[in-house]
Every structure is written in structure tokens, then in C-alpha cells.
T-cell receptor
Framework: AQSVTQLDSQVPVFEEAPVELRCNYSSSVSVYLFWYVQYPNQGLQLLLKYLSGSTLVKGINGFEAEFNKSQTSFHLRKPSVHISDTAEYFCALVNNNAGNMLTFGGGTRLMVKP | KAGVTQTPRYLIKTRGQQVTLSCSPISGHRSVSWYQQTPGQGLQFLFEYFSETQRNKGNFPGRFSGRQFSNSRSEMNVSTLELGDSALYLC????????????FGAGTRLSVL
């Protein structure tokens, strides 16, 4: 079995401050990791992905994430947030032997305040 | 290139009815997956199709079914609707089966009264 845990359900932060959204995973086999963002009344948009190679992954909108195999973590970071980053963020994994079936974390609501 | 298109965007049904949701994948994509999103359970995998064959199925009752057509378009059906089926249903498409990036549609919001 595999699982994804997002440690914070809500993260309030002031505009232009740095932010880190935490994600831990559990799996007995190799996985690929993703971060998706969901704006109100919309579907999910891919922010970034880790498939292999460099453990520091850069995505869209200035986000980056670091894959840490020993700590089974894949935290998302941004050095300076904007009001427009207010959204729900989901960490997800795919078992590399199970098609495209995504297992999602519970989500973290990022609230950027002026 | 057009994205993943889901129709309709909103649906209101009553308990006991059945409903069919439609998903048109990105052109050239052959894999389609469905997810249910609710405030209580979060995002849960329903099923995945590739080349008209169901490849994976999530832990949902048999009332939930789906299919994929030769043009890769997919439909999911829910029979004998229950109040708990109220959710946002998301469709995602990928080019290949396995380890491929999924692109999501805007979803169909189903309300069961």
C-alpha cells in the first residue's frame, strides 16, 4: 500500500514571504512524485514532477520541490509568494508499476495575505 | 491544442437516478483516468482506461462504471445515485499508460438531492 501525507491543511502567509508546503509519502516500491495546484472551480494543474535524476525540481510559477528519499519527503517551496498563489495544493504519487493511478495527499490550502 | 474537456460542468440529480459524465481527452492521448473529489474523502481514484480497456479500478461500489471509446473519449456512469455521490468528478488524460503526466479537466460538479 502507498500513501501521501500533507502535514498542514492550511498555511497562511504574507505576500512576498517564503513558503514551504510539506509532503511525506510511504511506498514499498519506487514512485514518481507530483505537485498539483487547484484554483477555485477549476481542475488540477501540474506544478512540477519528480521522475528521476536531480532531486531538486523546478516547476512553473517559481515553485520548486526537493525529493528526499531517506526522509520520504517531497516538500514544495517558493521564495516569495503572491496573492495569486492562493489556492489548494496537492502532493501525489504514482507507483511506477501501476499505470497512471495517482494517490493524493489531503491537500494544503495556501492563503496569501496582503 | 485543446485541453481535457468534461461535460456537463454542473449536474443536479435526485436520489435513485443515474447519471453519465463525459470526458474528451487531449488529442493523441490514449489514457483516461477518473477521480472523485469530496471535502471529506479528498481526491480518490475511480478507474483508468487505456486503448478501450480498464487497466485499474479504485475502491468504489459497482454502481460506478466507465468505458472508453475507440476515439479515446470516455464516459463514467453512476447508477442508483446516493446523497454521498455528490462530488466534483475529475477526468485526466495521458499520452501513455504508466508513469506519464496526467492533464486534468475542469471537472463535473454533481449534486444529488
Amino acid at each position: 500500500a502507498q500513501s501521501v501525507t500533507q502535514l498542514d491543511s492550511q498555511v497562511p502567509v504574507f505576500e512576498e514571504a517564503p513558503v514551504e508546503l510539506r509532503c511525506n509519502y510511504s511506498s514499498s516500491v519506487s514512485v514518481y512524485l507530483f505537485w498539483y495546484v487547484q484554483y477555485p472551480n477549476q481542475g488540477l494543474q501540474l506544478l512540477l514532477k519528480y521522475l528521476s535524476g536531480s532531486t531538486l525540481v523546478k516547476g512553473i510559477n517559481g515553485f520548486e520541490a526537493e525529493f528526499n528519499k531517506s526522509q520520504t519527503s517531497f516538500h514544495l517551496r517558493k521564495p516569495s509568494v503572491h496573492i495569486s498563489d492562493t489556492a489548494e495544493y496537492f502532493c501525489a504519487l504514482v507507483n511506477n508499476n501501476a499505470g497512471n493511478m495517482l494517490t493524493f495527499g489531503g491537500g494544503t490550502r495556501l492563503m496569501v495575505k496582503p | 491544442k485543446a485541453g481535457v474537456t468534461q461535460t456537463p460542468r454542473y449536474l443536479i440529480k435526485t436520489r435513485g437516478q443515474q447519471v453519465t459524465l463525459s470526458c474528451s481527452p487531449i488529442s493523441g492521448h490514449r489514457s483516461v483516468s477518473w477521480y472523485q473529489q469530496t471535502p471529506g474523502q479528498g481526491l480518490q481514484f475511480l478507474f483508468e482506461y487505456f486503448s478501450e480497456t480498464q487497466r485499474n479500478k479504485g475502491n468504489f461500489p459497482g454502481r460506478f462504471s466507465g468505458r472508453q471509446f475507440s476515439n479515446s473519449r470516455s464516459e463514467m456512469n453512476v447508477s442508483t445515485l446516493e446523497l454521498g455521490d455528490s462530488a466534483l468528478y475529475l477526468c485526466a488524460s495521458s499520452f501513455a499508460w504508466g508513469n506519464d503526466i496526467q492533464y486534468f479537466g475542469a471537472g463535473t460538479r454533481l449534486s444529488v438531492l
